[in-house]
């Protein structure tokens, strides 16, 4: 008898079900007259009767397990189908939307805008489907120029081609054909390199480029506004050093490091022990790209810069993997709110 109340007792423990007919099959295998405990009530009678207090607690607990199971997936069993047809349960608590949060590419690009927005820089846009000469032939790069095997790209057609633009600046040339100095504006956007993907590389990543053209825009003007940014983004302390480059569409070129934001200056994995990062390339606009686009750059001299979105937003943030700002895993989007 005792075996018997206990294995019952597990069975009913672990009976669960949502529908209504095997509940019932299981309310008359346990509970109904001719049930397996009416018939332990029976057997009853023949309990010794030094056991029949011990037994008989037992039974009726068992009795109550099961009556009250029965009553508990009858009412879960009701309130699902209630739900189904539309009746919902006023009283329950609500469910609370799930608040997104914006991504950290976001959050650094407009952070970005509002830096140069301050000094008079206006925000404009152009395609990511671009031709060759928007993105290459107008900025300098001759069709077998090496520079165009660095900025491999997707090919929508060929001859004449129709490509996915590899960077922002290819904006400046949409900028100086439909609109006359002075320029003051910055370009951000999505470009594309045909590049393997890697922690520190993808084939998708995001720019903002900007240009500024007028009468006698001087490399002065460019430091000076690149200098500002530096203290705007990355705070007062930091120092900018301008190390010569080469890009086909400015004269003279040059790539900017700021002191390491995370050591101060002093050496860490970040920057390489250098105490410098990297941060843009810049350099004076040159002269045959404001007259491809029919400004006459007698009259007109220019700067132009442009900056890597996820390569900021790694070093500010520590990220270590580019893969993670595509991949849409909530748990790592959701660290960055309120982060600047
Ligand atoms: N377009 C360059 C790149 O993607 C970045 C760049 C360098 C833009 C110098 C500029 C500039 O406007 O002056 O590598």
Not at 122 to 140: K, Q, Y
Not at 173 to 182: C, F, G, S
Not at 258 to 273: A, E, L, N, R
């Amino acid at each position: 008898m005792r075996s018997l109340i206990s294995q019952y007792l597990s069975e009913i423990d672990r009976f669960t079900t949502q529908s209504a007919d095997e509940l019932e099959q299981f309310r008359i295998r346990y509970l109904s007259k001719k049930g397996l405990i009416p018939a332990l009530f029976e057997d009853f009678k023949n309990v010794p009767p030094e056991q029949r207090r011990e037994i008989g607690q037992a039974l009726n607990d068992l009795k109550n397990k099961a009556q009250e199971k029965v009553t508990l997936l009858r009412e879960q069993i009701e309130a699902g189908t209630s739900e189904q047809k539309g009746e919902t349960d006023l009283t329950l608590p609500v469910d609370y939307l799930q608040l997104g949060s914006r991504h950290p590419l976001s959050i650094v690009r407009e952070e970005i805008i509002r830096i140069f927005a301050r000094i008079g820089f206006v925000v404009a846009e152009g395609p990511e489907i671009e031709d060759d000469w928007h993105n290459f032939t107008a900025l300098n790069f001759q069709p077998d120029h090496p520079a165009r095997d660095m900025q491999d790209t997707f090919f929508i057609e060929s001859n004449p081609d129709i490509l996915l633009r590899t960077h922002t600046s290819s904006v400046q040339i949409r900028a100086m054909e439909t609109r006359k100095p002075p320029l003051r504006e910055i370009y951000p956007g999505r470009v594309f390199r045909n590049e393997a993907i890697s922690a520190r590389a993808h084939c998708i990543f995001h720019q903002v480029e900007g240009l500024y053209v007028d009468h006698d825009v001087s490399f002065a003007d460019l430091k000076q506004t690149l200098y500002y940014f530096a203290h705007e983004m990355f705070g007062e302390g930091t120092e900018v050093r301008f190390r010569p480059s080469y890009f086909p569409f400015t004269e003279p070129s040059a790539e900017m490091d700021v002191t390491c934001f995370v050591c101060g200056g002093k050496g860490c994995p970040i920057c390489k022990y250098s105490g410098w990062v990297e941060i843009l390339g810049c350099g004076m606009v040159d002269p045959s790209v404001p007259e491809n686009c029919g400004i006459n750059s007698n009259e007109y001299t220019g700067f132009a810069f442009g900056m890597g979105i996820e390569r900021i937003t790694m070093l500010k943030f520590r990220i270590q993997d580019i893969r993670l700002f595509f991949e849409n895993d909530v748990r790592f989007l959701k660290q960055f709110t309120g982060a600047v």
